[in-house]
């Protein structure tokens, strides 16, 4: 096995650092533009299995990475309880039917994910096949993140309907959280049974809410999903954007690491929950933008700031861009595996 993400992620020795990037698979890869052409569209990737099974292993095929990520989206949910989802060309995630009253909310089927979302796991099981010995992430997105496109429509600057909802109505709110958390529950779980050999939860807009708000609407139901997870014993990562300051507070909800955004110190990090979780990140995406001579500057920052110890994956703090050359991503996983080397020959002396 190549275990080297699976062991870091339970604070386990390493001999170098594991690497793996959000978004890995996507559109910055000619490869990946020439098969989502070949769907016609991104959700038809996402739901043609032998196709997403190819793209997850795209990056793979370039790339020493330590861990894929199954190709998908966290929108499918929503879109299997029939918001029907679409990607639109530099808009972004657009619904066709988002929530625009309680009403709604109350009628929402809460998915069946082995009948609705059954293309997912068939897609893991391909890329299990494939795979030999490199682990496979599953995820999905936060209750709250999945509410905050769904009661939007789309992407949004301040997501001020959903904040708006939350404050006007938090009965409705609350029921939306619920549906919810039972929907990705089952679908982490039928994920798992697929060969997913961790998950991870994106919520990705928890950092827009105040610190009681995001305790109440969001953290609490990732806390209800891993709970449920438990049973199954397999890792999780836990990643809030803009959540730097509550890493206390998330550390204690039962996931395995935490994902950092760049905006967090990941050494202040580490004094602060590393004795508990193991921390994944988080060079600003941006930086893959700029010159090898910067990133290997920018990595090794990461690196010595997380210093000597277990623990640590490392990631960007946020998703990989459309327009970064392949060749940086490549001289990062190098570099990263080559220069931590001697901080992992150090901590076993
Ligand atoms: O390689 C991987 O990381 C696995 C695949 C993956 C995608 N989306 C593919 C995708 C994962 C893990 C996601 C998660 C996701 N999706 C999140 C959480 C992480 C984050 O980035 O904050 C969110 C918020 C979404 C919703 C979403 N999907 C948005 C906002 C967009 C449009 C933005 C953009 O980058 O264009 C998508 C589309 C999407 N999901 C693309 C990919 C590769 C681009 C699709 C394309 O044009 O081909």
Same mark, same amino acid.
């Given at each position: 096995?190549?275990?080297?993400?699976?062991?870091?992620?339970?604070?386990?020795?390493?001999?170098?650092?594991?690497?793996?990037?959000?978004?890995?698979?996507?559109?910055?890869?000619?490869?990946?533009?020439? $098969?989502?052409?070949?769907?016609?569209?991104?959700?038809?990737?996402?739901?043609?299995?032998?196709?997403?099974?190819?793209? $997850?292993?795209?990056?793979?095929?370039?790339?020493?990475? +330590?861990?894929?990520?199954?190709?998908?989206?966290?929108?499918?949910?929503?879109?299997?309880?029939?918001?029907?989802?679409?990607?639109?060309?530099?808009?972004?995630?657009?619904?066709?039917?988002?929530?625009?009253?309680?009403? !709604?909310?109350?009628?929402?089927?809460?998915?069946?994910?082995? +009948?609705?979302?059954?293309?997912?796991?068939? @897609?893991?099981?391909?890329?299990?096949?494939? %795979?030999?010995?490199?682990?496979?992430?599953?995820?999905?997105?936060?209750?709250?993140?999945?509410?905050?496109?769904?009661?939007?429509?789309?992407?949004?600057?301040?997501?001020?309907?959903?904040?708006?909802?939350?404050?006007?109505?938090?009965?409705?709110?609350?029921? %939306?959280?619920?549906? %919810?958390?039972? @929907?990705?529950?089952?679908?982490?779980?039928?994920?798992?049974?697929?060969?997913?050999?961790?998950?991870?939860?994106?919520?990705?807009?928890?950092?827009? %809410?105040? !610190?009681?708000?995001?305790?109440?609407?969001?953290?609490?139901?990732?806390?209800?999903?891993?709970?449920?997870?438990?049973?199954?014993?397999?890792?999780?990562?836990?990643?809030?954007?803009?959540?730097?300051?509550?890493?206390?507070?998330?550390?204690?909800?039962?996931?395995?690491?935490?994902?950092?955004?760049?905006?967090?110190?990941?050494?202040?990090?580490? !004094?602060?929950?590393?004795?508990?979780?193991?921390?994944?990140?988080?060079?600003?995406?941006?930086?893959?933008?700029?010159?090898?001579?910067?990133?290997?500057?920018?990595?090794?920052?990461?690196?010595?700031?997380?210093?000597?110890?277990?623990?640590?994956?490392?990631?960007?703090?946020?998703?990989?861009?459309?327009?970064?050359?392949?060749?940086?991503?490549?001289?990062?996983? +190098?570099?990263?595996?080559?220069?931590?080397?001697?901080?992992? @020959?150090?901590?076993?002396?």
């Amino acid at each position: 096995m190549k275990d080297r993400f699976l062991r870091a992620l339970k604070k386990q020795p390493v001999d170098k650092t594991p690497i793996w990037l959000m978004r890995q698979a996507g559109r910055y890869l000619p490869e990946y533009r020439a $098969t989502r052409e070949k769907a016609g569209n991104f959700l038809a990737l996402c739901k043609t299995p032998e196709l997403a099974c190819e793209v $997850t292993l795209q990056p793979l095929r370039r790339y020493d990475l +330590d861990a894929a990520i199954i190709f998908s989206d966290i929108l499918t949910i929503p879109d299997a309880m029939g918001l029907e989802l679409s990607l639109v060309e530099n808009v972004g995630p657009v619904f066709n039917n988002p929530i625009k009253n309680t009403h !709604q909310i109350k009628q929402l089927d809460i998915v069946d994910p082995s +009948d609705d979302l059954g293309y997912v796991a068939k @897609a893991i099981k391909l890329v299990k096949k494939e %795979l030999n010995d490199t682990p496979l992430i599953g995820f999905a997105g936060s209750p709250w993140t999945l509410a905050a496109y769904m009661v939007e429509g789309g992407s949004s600057r301040d997501f001020a309907k959903v904040k708006k909802l939350s404050y006007n109505d938090p009965d409705s709110m609350h029921l %939306l959280l619920q549906k %919810l958390t039972v @929907a990705v529950t089952s679908y982490l779980k039928m994920q798992i049974q697929a060969g997913a050999d961790a998950v991870m939860l994106f919520d990705t807009w928890g950092g827009l %809410l105040s !610190q009681s708000d995001y305790v109440s609407l969001s953290l609490n139901y990732m806390e209800k999903i891993l709970l449920s997870l438990e049973p199954l014993g397999i890792p999780t990562i836990v990643f809030t954007k803009g959540g730097g300051m509550w890493l206390e507070k998330i550390s204690r909800i039962g996931s395995t690491g935490i994902g950092l955004d760049w905006m967090t110190d990941i050494k202040v990090a580490k !004094q602060i929950i590393g004795h508990k979780v193991a921390l994944q990140g988080n060079l600003d995406p941006t930086i893959m933008l700029t010159t090898k001579a910067i990133i290997e500057k920018e990595a090794k920052n990461i690196l010595d700031s997380y210093g000597i110890g277990n623990g640590h994956i490392f990631n960007l703090g946020h998703g990989i861009t459309p327009d970064v050359p392949p060749e940086n991503v490549k001289y990062l996983v +190098d570099f990263v595996h080559s220069y931590s080397q001697q901080l992992h @020959a150090q901590s076993s002396i």
